[in-house]
């Protein structure tokens, strides 16, 4: 069969699309940048949490008042609380990062997949055009001079042309939703890692929050037991102040309450009589100077303490050394039992009311006194006989604690 000139260009032009169909399956991609996220808001609130929680550590929990001790507890466990929830944040975008990963991946697979449906297509088309050229009735019909057969073969030309249009479409769109999910997925792997080292991080600062909180923890207990020991003993003598003292106290009990007891909560045993204990206290050598009974080692310094506030006209009294007994049978009735643990070693805010762990005042060991003028406790800070007492009793070697007026002790504790 003889074909035309025109034909065999016609034909020529076919396979030139087939090839440049082929050309195209060579088109390549890029990627677009990620940008970097800047810090958040939640971040600057954290930050301003540890600095609040640093400064709170730093109060002094066994001398400081009551609000300022109240105050640091709430900060450090505001603190301990909102290093839980970064971290409960972080793991969660994790999740969510590394989900969207996964279905840009599962994405990806179906854009290649069409690609190479197309691509195969494509090359299926053009081999068959180059191998076997256009029908060459289809071309003969193209060849017609009058109006209507010009109509046909432009409308044979234009399915043909619609086709090879439709593929090369199929073909970019396949391609631009390629690169689209290539992007999703490269930045959801990338806010994967981010939020990985960010729950890393978060974790340490949650690891160092608590052990902040239960070490400042650990002093308000401490402080507790003395507090909460000096109250049963003055409400026997003083009821109204023992009655304050026991309402301030059992106001922090209740905020230190929040931090698990665990290394600040007790000392040795849990319960399980690993290690007994003695019923009470040791007691020590005692003697008893103007009526205050304390510790044999400080019996001279505080006779010499009593006669000078007696030349400067201040008639002091008080009250020295403690049995412990009396708190072990609170702690036995307040506790939950008369095990070791319970009586010795349960922190005090865990019992109710709270009450103090026997042995952890000073009053015990016998090297505190709570002093009084005549019969009533030094209560304030302004008055003339603590003045007198801030000046000269250091001399004797006694320290005020600073959180009440009228204790002093050899530590000031």
């Known amino acids: 069969m003889t074909r035309t000139p025109a034909a065999g260009r016609r034909s020529a032009q076919i396979t030139a699309l087939a090839v440049?169909?082929?050309a195209a399956l060579l088109w390549g991609t890029g990627s677009i940048p990620v940008g970097a996220a800047g810090e958040s808001a939640r971040e600057q609130r954290a930050q301003v949490r540890a600095q609040q929680a640093t400064v709170a550590s730093q109060v002094d929990a066994l001398k400081g008042d009551e609000s300022e001790v109240a105050s640091a507890l709430n900060a450090l466990d505001e603190n301990v609380r909102g290093q839980e929830a970064a971290l409960a944040d972080a793991r969660r975008q994790v999740e969510i990062s590394t989900a969207e990963a996964a279905q840009a991946e599962q994405a990806i697979a179906a854009a290649e997949a069409e690609i190479e449906a197309v691509r195969q297509q494509v090359v299926d088309y053009a081999v068959d055009a180059y191998i076997t050229p256009p029908d060459e009735d289809?071309?003969?019909?193209?060849?017609?001079?009058?109006a209507s057969e010009d109509a046909r073969k432009r409308a044979l030309l234009r399915i043909r042309a619609g086709i090879d249009g439709d593929s090369l479409h199929q073909l970019e769109d396949a391609r631009k939703q390629l690169d689209v999910e290539k992007t999703r997925a490269e930045r959801a792997r990338s806010a994967a890692e981010a939020?990985?080292?960010?729950?890393?991080?978060?974790?340490?600062?949650l690891t160092d929050a608590k052990s902040q909180q239960e070490a400042f923890a650990s002093q308000v207990r401490a402080r507790l037991d003395d507090k909460l020991a000096d109250a049963a003993y003055l409400s026997q003598v003083d009821a109204t102040l023992g009655k304050k003292i026991a309402a301030e106290q059992a106001a922090l009990a209740a905020a230190v309450r929040k931090v698990p007891p665990g290394a600040s909560g007790a000392s040795s045993t849990n319960g399980s009589g690993s290690t007994s204990k003695v019923a009470s206290v040791p007691r020590p050598p005692l003697s008893t100077v103007g009526g205050i009974t304390v510790n044999s080692s400080i019996a001279p310094q505080l006779q010499q303490l009593l006669t000078a506030a007696a030349a400067a006209g201040f008639d002091l009294r008080g009250y020295g050394w403690r049995d412990s007994r009396n708190q072990v049978a609170l702690r036995g009735q307040n506790c939950g039992g008369w095990d070791d643990y319970s009586l010795y070693e349960k922190p005090p805010d865990q019992c109710a009311p709270p009450t103090a762990r026997p042995g952890a005042s000073m009053h015990e060991q016998g090297l505190a006194v709570d002093f009084s003028l005549g019969n009533e406790f030094i209560e304030s800070r302004d008055s003339a006989v603590f003045k007198w007492l801030a000046a000269h009793?250091?001399?004797?070697?006694?320290?005020?604690l600073p959180s009440e007026p009228w204790h002093w002790s050899t530590t000031g504790g």
């Open 393 to 400: 009793a250091p001399t004797f070697g006694f320290q005020n």
């Open 195 to 205: 939020a990985a080292t960010t729950a890393d991080q978060a974790l340490a600062s």
């Open 138 to 146: 289809l071309l003969r019909r193209m060849e017609a001079s009058d």
């Open 20 to 22: 440049g169909l082929l």
